[in-house]
């Protein structure tokens, strides 16, 4: 019985360490990003971790609205091929570990608007991985330890600031 129960819990610990992708759907309609019914298969109750992947493909009128306190994993904005993922911060304060705009494919779009709040970025934050990524800031704080604007030979990318703070704690790759 020890066995079993010490097999079991090793499983659950194993499984828990693992990044969940989180899909958005804005599948209530209010494009609130902490809303966990905004995201596929996810509790309208659900709280953020940090083990959460959400990977955005949608933009303008389904685009999320990110207003709250949240903890994340890595974040894709742009992850089909000839989508656009786009994510609108305009307030609270927000920890996520990457950032990845533009995905796998050079027709794939990524936009992040931020507008409010304080963003962080611990580890890598990518404008223009493969295909075209596009950072607009106009007021808030976004801070980020390792920042990347077109990773790949012939991505793009561009960081649009007329207003807000962007602290770069480790360096800026550019190309």
């Given at each position: 019985?020890?066995?079993?129960?010490c097999?079991?819990?090793?499983?659950i610990?194993?499984?828990?360490?693992?990044?969940?992708?989180?899909?958005w759907?804005n599948?209530?309609?209010?494009?609130?990003?902490?809303?966990?019914?905004?995201w596929?298969?996810?509790?309208?109750?659900?709280?953020?971790?940090?083990?959460?992947?959400?990977?955005?493909?949608?933009?303008?009128?389904?685009?999320?609205i990110?207003?709250?306190?949240?903890?994340?994993?890595?974040?894709?904005?742009?992850?089909?091929?000839?989508?656009t993922?786009?994510?609108?911060?305009?307030?609270?304060?927000?920890?996520?570990?990457?950032?990845?705009?533009?995905?796998?494919?050079?027709?794939?779009?990524?936009?992040?608007?931020?507008?409010?709040?304080?963003?962080?970025?611990?580890?890598?934050?990518?404008?223009?991985?493969?295909?075209?990524?596009?950072?607009?800031?106009?007021?808030?704080?976004?801070?980020?330890?390792?920042?990347?604007?077109?990773?790949?030979?012939?991505?793009?990318?561009?960081?649009?600031?007329?207003?807000?703070?962007?602290?770069?704690?480790?360096?800026?790759?550019?190309?």
């Amino acid at each position: 019985m020890k066995k079993i129960v010490c097999i079991l819990s090793l499983m659950i610990l194993v499984s828990a360490s693992f990044a969940a992708n989180k899909d958005w759907t804005n599948g209530s309609g209010d494009r609130n990003f902490a809303r966990g019914s905004n995201w596929f298969d996810t509790l309208d109750t659900y709280n953020w971790v940090s083990t959460d992947a959400p990977r955005i493909n949608m933009s303008g009128t389904n685009a999320p609205i990110l207003n709250s306190n949240v903890v994340c994993g890595s974040m894709v904005l742009g992850y089909i091929a000839n989508g656009t993922g786009e994510l609108n911060i305009t307030g609270g304060t927000n920890t996520f570990i990457n950032g990845t705009f533009a995905g796998t494919a050079a027709t794939i779009t990524g936009i992040m608007n931020v507008s409010g709040g304080t963003t962080t970025f611990s580890g890598y934050f990518t404008v223009g991985n493969t295909g075209t990524g596009i950072l607009n800031v106009s007021d808030g704080i976004l801070n980020l330890n390792r920042s990347q604007l077109c990773q790949v030979a012939g991505s793009q990318g561009a960081y649009n600031i007329s207003g807000g703070q962007i602290n770069i704690v480790t360096n800026l790759t550019v190309g």
